[in-house]
Every structure is written in C-alpha cells, then in structure tokens.
C-alpha cells in the first residue's frame, strides 16, 4: 500500500489548503493513503470535518500528522457521465438529449440533473445549417454602433409633407423590425444549446432588428415628435407570422419572403430617400437583412435536400398565411403613398408619376427576389411565380 | 394504510427537508417498499410519537436517540440505531477564541464569558458544556454563560445559534465561542468569522451525531427492507446523489451507538431529560 506524503507547510484551510489535498488525492494509485502534515493550528480540525464531508476516511497519524483514506465518491459522481457531443461544429449529433440542457457542447456531462422541455427544437436536420457558424462570426464582426454609425447631424431640408411621408414609412419599418425582432427571439429560446451557432445567429438577428428599431424611430424623430400611423391590416399580417410555431416554417415565412422582399424595400429607399440620414439607416439595415435571408435560405436548402416532404410544407404555409390574410387590406396605404410621394420628392405630376413607377418597380423587385429564393429551394419557375404572388400585400 | 405503509418521522428543521424526503421517499417506493413520512416541528413530539408507536422509525438527532432509549426503558419497549450517514461519525466540537485573546488553555476561561449554541443542541451546548465541566468550568462557577437560542426543539439542527454565538465572538461581546468543528472552517468562508481572527483553544473527543432509529413495534420485515434499501443507495446514482447532497452523506452506515456516551453524560450531568426519559431542563421550551 503506498502513502504518499504532503507538506502543507503553514498553509490552513482558511486559506486554500484543500486544494492541494485534493490534487494529492487524486494523484493517489489505487488503495493509497496520503499522510498530511502542516503547522497550521488548526489543520486537524478542519482536515477532519473536510474528510468527513467528502467522504475519505481521517485519522491521526501516530507519529506526525494525520492520514487519509480516500472515500470513492468522487470518482462515482462521474459514474454514468457522458460527453455532450464533441465541441467543434463537425461534431454536432443528430439529436442531442433533454438532460443536456444548458451543458456547454463537448463538455463531460453529470448524469442526473433536470431534463429540461423547453428545447424543444432538438433536431439538426431541422435546425442545421453548414454555413451557421460562418454566418455567425460575419455577423458578430458587422455589428455596428447605432449612434456613430448614422451622421445624424448631416443637414437637409425637406418640405414638411415630404418629410410626413419619410416618417409614415420609418413608422411602417419599426412596426415590422419590431415582429422581426420578436420572432428569432422566441425561436432562439427553444433551440437546444447543443447547436449554439443557431442560437447565436438568431440572438445577433435579433440584437440586429433591436437597432434597425432604433435607428428608423430615430429617423422618424429627427424633425418632429409624432410617428405615422399603423394599420389594422398590417398588423393582421405580422400577426400571422407570430402565430407560426414550427421552426422551419417561421423561419420560411419571415426571412425568405418577408426580409427577402424588405431587402427591395431598403434598396428602394437607399435609392430614392430624400435626405442622407433615411438613406444611410436603410442601407445599413440591408446588410443586415442580406445576412438574415441567406441564413433563412441556407437553411432550408439544407433541409430540403433531406426532406422530400419539404416543399408541400412550404407551400401550405403559404397558402394558409394567404387564405387567413384575404380578408384583410393588406399594406397600409398611407405607406404606399408615402412610399410614392417620398420616391416623388415634390408636388408635380411628373415627379408623383416618376415616384409611382419607382415603386412599381421595387414591386417587382421584390417579386423577382421571391421568384429566384422559391427556385433555390428547388421549386419550378411557375410554381415559384405563382407562390410569389400569394406572398402578403404587406411585403413583410 | 398505517399496516402497509413505514411511516417514519423526521423533524422540519429547513424547508429542504420536504424536498429530501419526498425524494427518498419516491425512490425507496420504486424500491418497492411501501413507505412515507412525517414531519414535525421539533424532536421531542417525535420521539413520543416513536416510542407510542405512531411512527415505526425516526430520524433522530443525537440527543433525540438518547431521549428514545430512555423513554423506551420507561415503556418497557426498545428502540435501536439501525443506520446512520457517514458524516455521523466521529464528529468533534471546539472551544474557540479569538487570536490575541490572552486566554490559552480551558483553565484560562475562569471568570470569562463564553458564548453557546441552543439550550438543546448537542454540538454547541451540550458537549461543549460537559467539555468545560471536566476542566472545572461550570457555569455559575467561574463561567458566564451566553445562550443562543435559535431553532429551539430542533437540537440544534438549526445552525443559527451556534452562528449567532460565533459572531458575538467576532463581536467582542464573549471571550469564547462554542461549535462544530466543520463549522469553524464554514464559518470561516461564509464570513462569519475573518480568517486568522480566531485560534481553537480546545477540541472534545470525536462523538456521533443523527441515527435513524426503529422501534421494536415496527413491521418487521418493512423495516429490515428500510434499512437495507438506505445501505443499498449509492453515492454513483444521479437519482439519489443529489438528495444525498443535499441531506449531507456520501453513504449510509449500519447504526452504532459505541458514539454517544459524551452527550449521555452531558444530559445526566445538565440533567436535560431524567432517566425515564422525561424532559427536566430548565429553560427548554420547544
């Protein structure tokens, strides 16, 4: 039987001792003892209550120190744990296990614990996609600070109807971030931690929506201190994105379609804003959107290459989102007018006729953007157009 | 239900004792030993309850397992320490002071003040108490006495007076605190007591503390498969361990009663209960 020796010097449990008699211990071979000493006076009576509570065996060394036989509960709290899958994104599995819950991914995991329910989208094929991680690191580096990133200070005039239109349609866009924020927010709650790139890709998606908020009520503020107006019909449609529970749906819904047609949007205000400060938060809100619709695309690709099933489901939400639509107005048509007068930029037929035709064609800007995202998901060109034109008349 | 069922009473001295109990008890059923519990508010209603025979076993503080036996001698019935937890054994308390007290040896405590735990706890009262005693401290003789009185009836399983007279040592207000010898060091790290502002002047001998004690009206064959089943739990099973964290043990223990021969001569020598068992502590009011 060995025993091995370990001088504590003076150091005392108040003070850390424990530390290096648990590193003796487990250095200890099987069957062996370890011999403290220390000139702490009050080493044996804290070893002592140390020893009892961890279960090792104390007892007085005859001739100097004390001697303890370790207990095996250490070593059976480990009995039964398992790793979390392995740390880097190839190692993902396919369906990791409730009881892992907030565990970091790789790590070694203690058995017992809750099995928490509410991951309850636990699937990589319906939750995966490769590019997650790249996604990921290019949006964290995209971040940008709302407060310098506009120069809020540049100076324009604009005519107080013109800048009435400016407002309605900032009023319109936070209406929709602010849906747009909600929805990968409650998603990201119900992701299992195990495939963390998603969940840290929907928590930047929506840390993004929180300052295109920011940014286009900053906008509508900058001259005045009254926002538009919001339409029940608009409402009704963001509504029924809300109301879509399924992962792959949801996601289907706002980021393919509804940001993949807010990105014609944004390119038609960068276009035709009438003064820098409008421009610039669109432009910036962009490239955002891009990112989020290529995540929305990415990953259905994926799952659509699995799934044969796939792109019923798609349509079906469609045309279900459609039917539960048809019976309300649609856009806000404040906003498709403000839309036009704020293309227009001033008060002639001319210019109306111009600003009507700009926004024709972001209308069709944002059809022919459906169209090609609907063929990447493997769709026929026909079908494509004609789910295209079901999509809401409120473009989100 | 009482014909098919251990009952077995344990004392609430913390809102975690539901959550353990309720937790053995789920796993001693899927056991398949048919079994629940009660819970009282101090030690003394359940040791009558055991030897009466409303219960069939008790988890017993120390001083409740010595109640249990003299009340059963009374009653002409036994009772018995059937297991106990690993951390049960060979426990030990100090008399502590503060590091530049003048004050280095028990004999140096005459005419001091020092500070105690609950009138029943047996680890920072009684035994403490009988400590002092042999060195010729008693009090009224050459010490004064502070009580603690925090969780009275629950034996001191409540750890608030023994805390309350540390802190009153940290304080000043006493030349001397009694407690567990753990608690010294968790007192320590909780910051009760600042590190190297205390020295332990004394150490009593080791003693045992819980028992989980049956009496002799008991199902026989329920309780014998009790006993077995809490030796069976094991520290390696992610059902039990956490219950088994929180109720304090790696493993339970076959009972012994070779420990409790200090606190059997502190409650003679304080006279806490008579020989029948009956309460005669002046001042204990659970």
């Known amino acids: 039987m060995t025993t091995a020796r370990l001088d504590l ?80 994104p190839e190692e993902i599995v396919r369906h990791p296990p409730a009881h892992w819950g907030l565990a970091a991914r790789g790590a070694l995991v203690e058995a017992g614990g809750p099995s928490p329910g509410w991951f309850d989208l636990a699937d990589r094929d319906v939750l995966w996609a490769d590019l997650a991680p790249r996604l990921y690191a290019h949006a964290a580096a995209a971040q940008w600070d709302p407060a310098t990133a506009v120069a809020w200070n540049a100076s324009f005039e604009l005519a107080d109807d013109i ?49 295109h908020v920011e940014v286009f009520t900053r ?10 107006t919001s339409s029940a019909g608009g409402r009704a449609s963001l509504a029924s994105l809300l109301a879509e529970p399924d992962f792959t749906l949801a996601s289907f819904l706002l980021s393919v379609l509804g940001e993949g047609s807010f990105l014609a949007l944004l390119a038609f205000l960068d276009e035709h804003a009438p003064d820098p400060v409008t421009r610039q938060v669109a432009r910036l809100a962009r490239v955002d959107e891009a990112r989020h619709v290529a995540f929305g695309v990415a990953h259905l690709e994926h799952q ?16 279900r989102r459609h039917d539960a639509l048809a019976n309300t107005a649609g856009l806000n048509a404040d906003v498709f ?25 972001m209308s069709r800007a944002m059809d022919d953007g459906r169209r090609q995202r609907l063929a990447r998901l493997g769709f026929p060109p026909d079908e494509a157009a004609e789910l295209s034109a079901l999509h809401t008349r409120n473009f989100m | 239900m009482s014909e098919q069922t251990l009952l077995m009473g344990a004392v609430a001295y913390d809102p975690k004792v539901v959550t353990i109990w309720e937790g053995f008890r789920g796993w001693l059923r899927d056991s398949g030993l048919p079994f629940d519990f009660v819970l009282y508010s101090n030690y003394e209603r359940q040791v009558e309850d055991l030897v009466a025979g409303r219960i069939s076993a008790a988890w017993n503080s120390p ?37 530049d007290s003048d004050v280095s040896s028990l004999a140096d405590l005459r005419g001091r003040t020092i500070a105690v735990g609950a009138v029943d706890s047996p680890q920072a009262t009684l035994i403490p108490l009988a400590h002092l005693q042999s060195a010729g401290l008693r009090q009224g003789a050459g010490l004064t006495v502070h009580r603690y009185d925090v969780g009275v009836g629950l034996h001191g399983d409540h750890v608030g007076g023994e805390r309350a007279a540390a802190a009153a040592l940290a304080a000043g207000k006493v030349e001397a605190a009694c407690m567990i010898d753990a608690n010294h060091l968790a007192f320590i790290r909780e910051g009760t007591l ?64 070779s420990g409790y021969a200090q606190l059997d001569a502190a409650v003679d020598q304080s006279g806490f209960y008579d020989d029948r068992g009956r309460v005669t502590a002046a001042e204990y009011a659970p």
């Open chain 2, 63 to 99: 001083l409740a397992w010595l109640r249990a036996q003299r009340l059963a001698g009374a009653a002409e019935r036994t009772v018995r320490a059937a297991a106990m937890r690993d951390t049960d054994r060979d426990l030990t308390s100090v008399v502590v002071v503060r590091a």
């Open chain 1, 9 to 88: 010097d003076r150091l005392g449990f108040d003070h850390g001792a424990h530390l290096l008699v648990d590193r003796a211990l487990r250095a200890l071979p099987g069957g062996g003892r370890l011999r403290v000493t220390g000139s702490d006076p009050a080493l044996g009576v804290h070893l002592r209550g140390w020893c009892r509570e961890r279960g090792h065996v104390f007892a007085v060394d005859p001739v100097a120190g004390f001697e303890i036989e370790p207990g095996p509960a250490e070593r059976q709290r480990l009995t039964g744990a398992e790793r979390a899958g392995g740390a880097r």
């Open chain 1, 304 to 319: 659509a290459a699995l799934d044969p099933t796939l792109r019923g489901r798609l349509r079906s939400s469609i045309e």
């Open chain 2, 194 to 257: 600042a590190p190297d502002a205390t020295r332990i002047l004394s150490q009593t001998a080791p003693y045992d503390h819980c028992n989980m004690t049956l009496v002799d009206t008991a199902p026989e064959e329920l309780a014998t498969r009790f006993i077995d089943l809490l030796l069976a739990m094991s520290y390696a099973d992610p059902q039990v361990r956490p219950l088994l964290d929180l109720e304090g043990l790696r493993t339970w223990q076959v009972g012994r009663t």
């Open chain 1, 163 to 211: 800048e009435a239109a400016v407002v309605q349609v900032m009023t319109y866009l936070v209406e929709n971030e602010q849906a747009a924020l909600v929805i990968p927010a409650r998603l990201l709650s119900r992701v299992h931690p195990h495939f963390r790139e998603v969940q840290q890709l929907l928590a930047v998606q929506a840390a993004d929506e929180a300052r």
């Open chain 1, 337 to 361: 007018d403000a839309l036009v007068v704020l293309a227009a930029g001033e008060w002639t037929p001319a210019a109306i006729a111009r600003g009507y035709r700009a926004v024709q064609a």
């Open chain 1, 219 to 228: 906008r509508a503020l900058l001259r005045g201190s009254a926002m538009g």
